[in-house]
């Protein structure tokens, strides 16, 4: 589709407004004006149809704040625990259980479970010690139920408890995954074992609960883990992929692709490339960091480019 120049002019302006107001009411936390001037002043000598691209690019970044996190958490945790036991109750009730004994329900599975970070290199900025933090900070666990791999055993020793759930914040390619639970081992009277048949033998259920995930990748993880319950609160779907046929970002798919060919050239000519790991393309950010599945034009810096905000964490 060709715009004139005031078409143009318009659109630009529109997407501009709605980030302005994206960020004044900090719905994109960790963000500010600055961030967003620098990254679009890369477009700027670009021209007006290209700078119009980059602006509808970014005016549909998909945006986790804290308290979209934080939220997540609790809708995931109460799905991942109770929610089949509560529908069957209800059922047998006919629909007659109050809120209170909902609440009551999710209480009791709550003190019998165990939350530890997926941490894939120890490093304490990884994404899992942020999610665990947030679990404690906003009283939505109480700080003994926070644990580390490496003091899971202690902690079942202290209080026999029924769940253990790995929380992560999201699902690119699930390496992470597969890497942390194909190694994660526990030390029990000095002999080692996987943290699988440990909890095995002590009848623990293990779950692992992430925020927002790629569906093809979250799919294939069920598959391949059949002893672990996998739970991912958000699902993307191709659809939600920048370059991806039918893509939510772009009018049609005409435009995707005058869209690709040109954040192509872009990005070649700064040595960026244009998919993120695995060869994704999501516009995801999650309030304090940026995965590697997300372009990598919006988290590669180079002497000419500038990025919109700076990766803190290990690969999906």
């Known amino acids: ?8 002019l318009l659109k630009i302006n529109t997407f501009k407004t709605f980030i302005r107001f994206m960020l004044q009411q900090q719905q994109w936390t960790e963000l500010d004006r600055e961030d967003v001037e620098h990254w679009l002043g890369n477009f700027r000598t670009n021209t007006l149809y290209e700078q119009y691209l980059a602006c509808r690019l970014l005016a549909n970044i998909i945006y986790f704040s804290k308290k979209d996190i934080s939220f997540a958490l609790r809708e995931g945790i ?12 209800q059922i047998a009730s006919n629909f007659g259980q109050s809120l209170q004994a ?5 209480k009791e599975e709550m003190s019998k479970t165990c939350f530890i970070p997926l941490l894939a290199t120890g490093s304490p900025h990884e994404s899992g010690n942020y999610i665990t933090r947030i679990l404690v900070q906003d009283d ?3 700080q003994e139920q926070s644990n580390f791999i490496d003091t899971v055993i202690h902690y079942h020793n202290t209080k026999k408890f029924m769940h253990l759930v790995i929380v992560d914040d999201c699902i690119g390619s699930g390496d992470q995954f597969r890497q942390f639970w194909e ?9 080692t074992i996987s943290l699988e048949k440990f909890c095995v033998s002590k009848n623990i259920d293990i779950s692992y609960l992430t925020l927002i995930g790629y569906k093809n990748s979250v799919e294939m993880l069920r598959n391949e883990y059949k002893s672990i319950k996998i739970y991912c609160v958000r699902l993307l779907t191709n659809e939600q992929r920048v370059f991806n046929t039918n893509s939510y970002v772009w009018l049609d798919d005409e435009e995707m692709l ?18 993120g790991y695995n060869n994704l393309d999501f ?8 995965p590697d599945w997300s372009l990598p034009m919006f988290w590669n810096e180079t002497p ?6 700076r990766r803190k964490n290990s690969n999906g």
């Open 102 to 106: 909902i609440n009551n329900i999710f």
């Open 304 to 309: 000419r480019w500038k990025l919109l905000k």
């Open 283 to 290: 516009a995801l950010i999650m309030d304090q960091t940026i």
């Open 258 to 275: 005058r869209a690709k060919k040109f954040f192509k050239e872009v990005t070649e000519e700064q040595g960026i490339d244009l998919y």
């Open 78 to 89: 109460f799905n991942l625990l109770v929610y089949k036991q509560v529908l069957e109750t």
């Open 183 to 191: 190694t994660a081992e526990v030390t029990d009277n000095d002999k």
């Open 1 to 8: 589709m060709n715009f004139t120049n005031e078409t143009l």
């Open 140 to 142: 939505i666990i109480l």
